[in-house]
């Protein structure tokens, strides 16, 4: 065979050959090298209830793509006592709020010492206040010559005020990374609260500006 012939037959082989290859589907995550790990989320919360100081623990786990987008489930709950120096209402205590949703987060650039993300919260919850009423009654006393009498008198009762409201908390969050599965981070964010009904707060009472402190480990 001659040599012009060996070359027609290797580059027709060479073609029938090509579309045979191996490629690799460009994607924001490869899920060749991607794959799903757990991870787990504890962090705490500055913020304001009523423009008083209120303090929130939380937890978020779930399921995470290469380290990159984040998917799961997080509760978070009052920890302090709230003074909302409103007339028969008792201050706030430890989880007269409390919170649980769905989260969702995309961290850019996880490989860097350095890196940031975008997080939004959604979920429902409520917030309970305890007022004082006077419920009209009588007691019986005994008087000083030894008569047992009635008297008339309003009785101070606490009544509880409870309402089922929506959340939804967007924000950012800059993280450190101490291992290759620890990140130490802090967030900024806003808190949007719906659904209060007690004459004492409003809507606006219960959102606030939110900062919070958090680690986040990561299954390899």
Request: charged share 15%; no cysteine.
């Amino acid at each position: 065979m001659k040599l012009k012939q060996w070359i027609s037959v290797l580059a027709l082989a060479l073609v029938a050959v090509a579309p045979l290859r191996a490629e690799t589907t460009q994607a924001l995550m490869n899920s060749s090298t991607d794959d799903w790990s757990f991870f787990f989320k504890p962090d705490f919360e500055a913020s304001q209830v009523a423009k008083k100081s209120a303090q929130f623990i939380g937890a978020e786990l779930g399921s995470a793509l290469g380290h990159q987008l984040y998917l799961g489930l997080g509760a978070y709950g009052l920890i302090n006592n709230v003074n909302l120096e409103v007339p028969d209402y008792q201050n706030m205590g430890a989880f007269d709020i409390w919170y649980a949703g769905l989260m969702s987060d995309y961290t850019f650039s996880h490989t860097r010492l350095f890196h940031g993300s975008m997080a939004l919260f959604l979920g429902g919850g409520q917030v309970k206040l305890s007022k004082t009423i006077l419920i009209p009654g009588t007691y019986t006393q005994t008087d000083l010559e030894g008569n047992i009498i009635t008297v008339d008198a309003d009785v101070p009762t606490q009544e509880a005020e409870t309402s089922n409201v929506f959340v939804a908390k967007p924000g950012l969050n800059f993280m450190l990374n101490l291992t290759e599965n620890l990140e130490l981070g802090l967030g900024v964010g806003y808190r949007f609260m719906n659904g209060v009904t007690s004459d004492a707060v409003a809507n606006n009472d219960m959102s606030s500006w939110t900062g919070t402190l958090f680690i986040r480990w990561t299954e390899d």
